[in-house]
């Protein structure tokens, strides 16, 4: 593949929702501009931008490829992201690379969730949008349909540049309503153009002057003309329409069927036509932010880029602005699916990769030494759901903290913490898929496997009532024994508020010496567990007395003392369990207000407000034993169809009710 100039470089981004067709239309955009000589198909799973082995098992896209191609001078590299919600973070890295995002919609399901979602990162970002209805030969099929939900989400921008000339099965070309011609197609990948069909004649004159009346409206000059009635070229309402794109004000929406290549090459053609190229200077010292991380285990780090500015060449040597450390770019290459060409130069705007950085990865930015260039930080979406792993074996252990850096180092999106309190590694996700996915790549490319088990929530115990005992710890085996005696008070105090000692020794009934080993043994004891085993906290130990003697009295005796009178006297005070409690706030639809608010008060939740937020959306926000929503992001899934989302943070710790603690003790012992 030859370099371009930046001027004929067009960036795209093909989002939606997934099983809207965006690989099979990626597949088509190919083999129409003659990059493939066939198309794949996902169901083989031979398609260029599906090449992992869990997205040909699953049929699903699960991260963003690469599909470059070459058309009219111009080179459109196209950006195939994933339409599930487990994989929202490369849906950001790819609009974040692009500067176009063509959504694409189903004609049947019409708008979904991961739409608007696709959609509104776009907004974010400024990126200019259109749309392609797919799917049009299929039975249900409608692009009235479709476009009126379009128009009812997105707005009045919304503006069709064509029409289906027939329905479902019978689908068989569009219309071009700026050219008022029909393009038929006849199996091949290019349509005859030929006159409107008289049945629709009607239909098209109507559609046809409401879009003339969107192009011009945000051209004074046009609007004035439009208005005296006088008439407007084609290629003067093109170039308007290209303004109107690049400027966010417009959203074309162009249709067709990516399997029966129905409107492919003229979505083609449009992205080069009217596709914005990228707004960079070629002139400045080069710089590239990366978007992407892709881990082979033999390979190492492939890290996909775009051309911020200048041009970079085959072993430039840029400098990580994350690191302050050199990096040599020795092995540049294009990439098309999983297939790679090495290349010498990209130009700015372009899109490439390079193998075998130092320290380079996801959302980095290179650049010359100096060079007065930034970049966004690409920030991962926060994670959702958390799993417990442990290695399955001695070996997989040894290997397994690597393998996960490496996996962090792929998939931003995923969260790795170890919990001191259970002892255990929780691997965090977008969603059962997304971690599930995880899990899968670990072994087949790190050849580490791992087990999953039930998260323990860090429960803690402490006391409602003061009580006293004495500890009294003593042993002879001979020579000197073990001899100590301390008498300790426990008191109950404000929640949150940890652990307090107090030496109330007086007239050296316990040597000054030894009360540091009071003190410890108490602390080491409520560490380790109270009568149901979870960490005590919320406690005021007063050392009052005690005994000594004088020559088997040490340390250690003191220390079991402690341990031994704490135990008894925390026995006698009214112990009680204490659960965590998260501050969940839940943005859902206004029409799931009700399920939402049912489900958190049957998780024992405390509904703290709720309010409207727009956009027909309502904010949640409640108080909730955190052990209720270890998967709340399946329920809350469920319950609004995917367009729920909420945020948790740990809140304070409240005594577990009566009737659940014998439960949650009996789980603690198994």
Same mark, same amino acid.
């Given at each position: 593949?030859?370099?371009?100039?930046?001027?004929?470089?067009?960036?795209?981004?093909?989002?939606?929702?997934?099983?809207?067709?965006?690989?099979? @239309?990626?597949?088509?955009?190919?083999?129409?501009?003659?990059?493939?000589?066939?198309?794949?198909?996902?169901?083989?799973?031979?398609?260029?931008?599906?090449?992992?082995?869990?997205?040909?098992?699953?049929?699903?896209?699960?991260?963003?490829?690469?599909?470059?191609?070459?058309?009219?001078?111009?080179?459109?590299?196209?950006?195939?992201?994933?339409?599930?919600?487990?994989?929202?973070?490369?849906?950001?890295?790819? $609009?974040?690379?692009?500067?176009?995002?063509?959504?694409?919609? !189903?004609?049947?399901?019409?708008?979904?969730?991961?739409?608007?979602?696709?959609?509104?990162?776009?907004?974010?970002?400024?990126?200019?949008?259109?749309?392609?209805?797919?799917?049009?030969?299929?039975?249900?099929?409608?692009?009235?349909?479709?476009?009126?939900?379009?128009?009812?989400?997105?707005?009045?921008?919304?503006?069709?540049?064509?029409?289906?000339?027939?329905?479902?099965?019978?689908?068989?070309?569009?219309?071009? $309503?700026?050219?008022?011609?029909?393009? @038929?197609?006849?199996?091949?990948?290019?349509?005859?153009?030929?006159?409107?069909?008289?049945?629709?004649?009607?239909?098209?004159?109507?559609?046809?002057?409401?879009?003339?009346?969107?192009?011009?409206?945000?051209?004074?000059?046009?609007?004035?003309?439009?208005?005296?009635?006088?008439?407007?070229?084609?290629?003067?309402?093109?170039?308007?329409?290209?303004?109107?794109?690049?400027?966010?004000?417009? %959203?074309?929406?162009?249709?067709?069927?990516?399997?029966?290549?129905?409107?492919?090459?003229?979505?083609?053609?449009? $992205?080069?036509?009217?596709?914005?190229?990228?707004?960079?200077?070629?002139?400045?010292? #080069?710089?590239?932010?990366?978007?992407?991380?892709?881990?082979?285990?033999?390979?190492?780090?492939?890290?996909?880029?775009?051309?911020?500015?200048?041009?970079?060449?085959?072993?430039?040597?840029?400098?990580?602005?994350?690191?302050?450390?050199?990096?040599?770019?020795?092995?540049?290459?294009?990439?098309?699916?999983?297939?790679?060409?090495?290349?010498?130069?990209?130009?700015?705007?372009?899109?490439?990769?390079?193998?075998?950085?130092?320290?380079?990865?996801?959302?980095?930015?290179?650049?010359?030494?100096?060079?007065?260039?930034?970049?966004?930080?690409?920030?991962?979406?926060?994670?959702?759901?958390?799993?417990?792993?442990?290695?399955?074996?001695?070996?997989?252990?040894?290997?397994?903290?690597?393998?996960?850096?490496? &996996?962090?180092?792929?998939?931003?999106?995923?969260? @790795?913490?170890?919990?001191?309190?259970?002892?255990?590694?929780?691997?965090?996700?977008?969603?059962?898929?997304?971690?599930?996915?995880?899990?899968?790549?670990?072994?087949?490319?790190?050849?580490?496997?791992?087990?999953?088990?039930?998260?323990?929530?860090?429960?803690?115990?402490?006391?409602?009532?003061?009580?006293?005992?004495?500890?009294?710890?003593?042993?002879?085996?001979?020579?000197?024994?073990?001899?100590?005696?301390?008498?300790?008070?426990?008191? #109950?105090?404000?929640?949150?508020?940890?652990?307090?000692?107090?030496?109330?020794?007086?007239?050296?009934?316990?040597?000054?010496?030894?009360?540091?080993?009071?003190?410890?043994?108490?602390?080491?004891?409520?560490?380790?567990?109270?009568?149901?085993?979870?960490?005590?906290?919320?406690?005021?130990?007063?050392?009052?007395?005690?005994?000594?003697?004088?020559?088997?009295? =040490?340390?250690? =005796?003191?220390?079991?003392?402690? !341990?031994?009178?704490?135990?008894?006297?925390?026995?006698?005070?009214?112990?009680?369990? &204490?659960?965590?409690? =998260?501050?969940?706030?839940?943005?859902?639809?206004?029409?799931?207000?009700?399920?939402?608010?049912?489900?958190?008060?049957?998780?024992?939740?405390?509904?703290?407000? !709720?309010? =409207?937020?727009?956009?027909?959306?309502?904010?949640?926000?409640?108080?909730?034993?955190?052990?209720?929503? @270890?998967?709340?992001?399946?329920?809350?899934?469920?319950?609004?169809?995917?367009?729920?989302?909420?945020?948790?943070?740990?809140?304070? %710790?409240?005594?577990?009710?009566?009737?659940?603690?014998?439960?949650?003790?009996?789980?603690?012992?198994?």
């Amino acid at each position: 593949m030859k370099t371009y100039p930046t001027d004929r470089i067009r960036n795209v981004a093909l989002v939606g929702h997934g099983g809207a067709g965006k690989t099979t @239309l990626a597949e088509a955009l190919l083999h129409v501009a003659g990059a493939i000589p066939r198309m794949g198909r996902i169901e083989d799973g031979t398609t260029v931008c599906d090449f992992d082995p869990e997205e040909q098992r699953r049929r699903i896209s699960v991260s963003l490829a690469l599909a470059p191609f070459e058309l009219y001078g111009h080179k459109v590299n196209v950006i195939d992201a994933p339409g599930y919600a487990d994989f929202v973070g490369d849906v950001t890295a790819a $609009l974040r690379a692009a500067d176009l995002a063509v959504v694409v919609v !189903s004609a049947v399901e019409g708008v979904e969730v991961q739409t608007e979602v696709a959609w509104r990162i776009a907004e974010d970002l400024n990126l200019p949008r259109i749309v392609f209805v797919n799917k049009l030969d299929r039975e249900r099929a409608s692009f009235e349909r479709t476009v009126d939900a379009l128009k009812e989400r997105f707005g009045a921008g919304i503006a069709p540049l064509e029409l289906p000339v027939g329905e479902e099965a019978d689908f068989r070309g569009v219309v071009d $309503l700026l050219r008022d011609r029909a393009v @038929l197609y006849d199996g091949g990948t290019t349509g005859t153009e030929g006159p409107v069909p008289d049945d629709m004649a009607t239909e098209e004159h109507a559609v046809h002057d409401a879009l003339v009346e969107g192009i011009v409206v945000a051209d004074d000059d046009l609007m004035e003309r439009y208005l005296a009635d006088e008439a407007i070229g084609t290629d003067e309402l093109a170039g308007a329409l290209a303004r109107g794109v690049a400027e966010g004000s417009v %959203y074309p929406v162009l249709c067709g069927s990516a399997t029966k290549l129905v409107g492919v090459d003229r979505l083609a053609r449009f $992205l080069v036509e009217e596709g914005p190229a990228p707004d960079t200077s070629a002139d400045a010292d #080069p710089a590239a932010f990366v978007f992407k991380t892709v881990v082979d285990p033999y390979v190492g780090r492939v890290n996909l880029f775009r051309v911020l500015q200048g041009t970079i060449h085959h072993d430039d040597v840029l400098v990580n602005a994350r690191t302050v450390a050199d990096e040599r770019l020795h092995q540049l290459t294009t990439l098309r699916g999983k297939e790679q060409e090495p290349v010498t130069e990209v130009p700015a705007g372009d899109i490439a990769a390079v193998a075998k950085l130092a320290d380079t990865t996801t959302g980095d930015l290179l650049a010359r030494r100096g060079a007065d260039v930034e970049a966004v930080p690409l920030a991962a979406p926060e994670p959702v759901l958390a799993v417990a792993i442990r290695a399955r074996s001695k070996h997989d252990e040894d290997k397994l903290a690597n393998a996960l850096h490496r &996996l962090q180092d792929e998939d931003p999106a995923l969260r @790795l913490e170890r919990n001191p309190e259970t002892h255990q590694t929780l691997l965090h996700g977008m969603g059962e898929t997304h971690v599930s996915i995880a899990l899968e790549r670990l072994a087949r490319k790190f050849g580490v496997e791992v087990d999953t088990e039930e998260i323990r929530v860090p429960y803690r115990e402490t006391i409602t009532a003061a009580a006293e005992a004495e500890g009294k710890y003593k042993k002879q085996t001979g020579g000197h024994g073990q001899f100590g005696v301390a008498f300790l008070r426990l008191e #109950p105090t404000e929640r949150g508020s940890g652990f307090t000692f107090v030496d109330e020794i007086v007239g050296g009934a316990i040597p000054r010496q030894f009360i540091p080993a009071v003190e410890k043994g108490v602390m080491e004891t409520m560490e380790q567990g109270g009568v149901h085993g979870y960490p005590v906290v919320d406690v005021r130990v007063t050392c009052f007395d005690g005994k000594y003697h004088s020559v088997d009295s =040490s340390e250690m =005796s003191f220390k079991m003392a402690a !341990s031994i009178g704490f135990k008894e006297a925390m026995a006698k005070a009214g112990p009680i369990l &204490l659960e965590p409690i =998260s501050e969940l706030v839940v943005t859902a639809p206004e029409a799931n207000q009700g399920d939402v608010m049912g489900d958190l008060n049957a998780k024992r939740g405390r509904i703290q407000g !709720s309010a =409207s937020i727009g956009g027909g959306e309502v904010e949640i926000t409640a108080q909730v034993p955190t052990s209720e929503i @270890l998967r709340y992001e399946i329920d809350l899934r469920s319950m609004t169809g995917g367009r729920g989302r909420f945020r948790a943070t740990h809140s304070h %710790y409240d005594p577990v009710p009566s009737h659940l603690v014998d439960r949650i003790a009996a789980a603690s012992e198994g």
